[in-house]
């Protein structure tokens, strides 16, 4: 268990006070896993003071590739370790499907975290009828290999990957631990072939509607390293529960 990550990614919700709240309760809390929040970015600095000197890390749900400029709204890899944060969230099919980010684009902030020393966590996911057609593997590959390119291997060190399939993510579906365990199985050869052995020990995350219920099922699977958890991450006991589950 204590190789596991769990990772809050709270998306837009909770105020500021309910952020505090939660982390005041987690500060308390004991989990076997190793613990992540990815707050709203407004609540970034306010956070990274409240869990200093524990070992839940703060991350930023999304930043910008560029160092600075006129980019209204936007927040930068400076910017998000200046608060404190040492991850930052990219390439959420939310991010994709709302926003439209490509392979290329989330390249360009996979880059621009790393060159600021911050820990990149690259979300990967097939949709549903990318399954159907028997392209997941395809769709994978290309992923990891175009929002990593340019990437070099001592960089690579500090990449988590969290496979997210977008059938999943706040549908109430999960992947079997079958599924979860062949994709991620797929996802770490790939990682060895682009960067060397070495990283088939890079984390990998499993995302898409984990709850405290199927959390266990998933972790007992060889190459599942923990989860990114979405709507059971507002509640803190929940969250608390997948961070003890195993």
């Known amino acids: 268990m204590e190789n596991l990550l769990v ?3 709270w998306k837009m919700h909770k105020t500021l006070q309910e952020a505090e709240e939660f982390a005041e309760d987690i500060k308390a809390a004991k989990a076997k896993a190793s613990l992540l929040i990815f707050p709203p970015s407004p609540y970034l600095a306010r956070l990274s003071a409240l869990l200093e000197g524990t070992s839940v890390e703060v991350g930023a749900q999304n930043m910008h590739a560029e160092e600075k400029g006129a980019f209204t709204g936007e927040i930068s890899a400076a910017m998000v370790k200046s608060c404190g944060a040492s991850r930052v969230l990219l390439g959420h099919s939310e991010r994709r499907q709302h926003f439209g980010e490509t392979n290329a ?9 790393l060159k600021h020393g911050l820990k990149a966590m690259l979300c990967i996911g097939e949709t549903s009828s990318e399954r159907e057609s ?23 060190g500090r990449i988590t990957i969290a ?3 977008v059938w999943a993510i706040g549908t109430g579906k999960t992947a079997t631990p079958q599924q979860a365990q062949e ?8 990682l060895s072939g682009l960067f060397g ?13 984990v709850t405290p219920e199927n959390a266990a099922s998933l972790f007992r699977e ?11 991450s507002l509640d803190v006991g929940k969250f608390l529960k997948i961070g003890n589950a195993g």
């Open 105 to 113: 684009s989330i390249n360009g902030k996979v880059k621009a975290a």
């Open 134 to 156: 028997g392209r997941t593997m395809d769709v994978l590959r290309a992923q990891l290999e175009e929002c990593l390119g340019g990437v070099s291997a001592k960089e690579a």
């Open 197 to 209: 052995k070495e990283y088939s020990k890079t984390r990998i995350l499993y995302g898409g509607s």
């Open 183 to 190: 994709a991620h199985a797929f996802i770490r050869k790939t």
């Open 163 to 165: 496979y997210e399939p």
């Open 7 to 9: 990772a809050a990614n």
């Open 222 to 232: 060889k190459d599942v390293d923990g989860a990114l958890v979405g709507g059971a």
